[in-house]
């Protein structure tokens, strides 16, 4: 059974930074892209970053662009994202997703459950 469980999520002044997790099981973590992906209150999903199953090809929406960064460590089974310089706008629920394939563009398959990261004074 995939599982994806987010953690590290919490409250952070803005400017500030966090760095969330993501642990997966259940797949054979190395061989399948990742990417988070966020939820705003009252507004739909945004695509935040992914990185191919490698780990060396990464791409990131503009929004998040030379602020976020998106790691994975294969021999952990975990996927990172790096947050710096937050602001109220990054307050979200941060959803970990697998992809389809070994690159992204395919489409993901499995979410986790989310972790809230709230951007606040």
């Known amino acids: 059974e995939v599982q994806l469980v987010e953690s590290g999520g919490g409250l952070v002044q803005p400017g500030g930074s966090l760095r969330i997790a993501c642990e997966a099981s259940g797949f054979t973590f190395d061989e399948y892209a990742m990417s988070w992906v966020r939820q705003a209150p009252a507004k739909g999903l945004e695509w935040v970053s992914s990185v191919h199953a490698g780990g060396r090809s990464t791409t990131y929406a503009d929004s998040v662009k030379g602020r976020f960064t998106i790691s994975r460590d294969n021999a952990k089974n975990t996927l990172y994202l790096q947050m710096n310089r937050l602001n109220s706008d990054d307050t979200a629920v941060y959803y970990c997703?697998?992809?389809?394939?070994?690159?992204?563009?395919?489409?993901?398959?499995?979410w986790g459950k989310g972790t809230l990261v709230t951007v606040s004074s």
């Open positions: 997703a697998k992809g389809v394939g070994d690159v992204m563009g395919y489409g993901m398959d499995y």
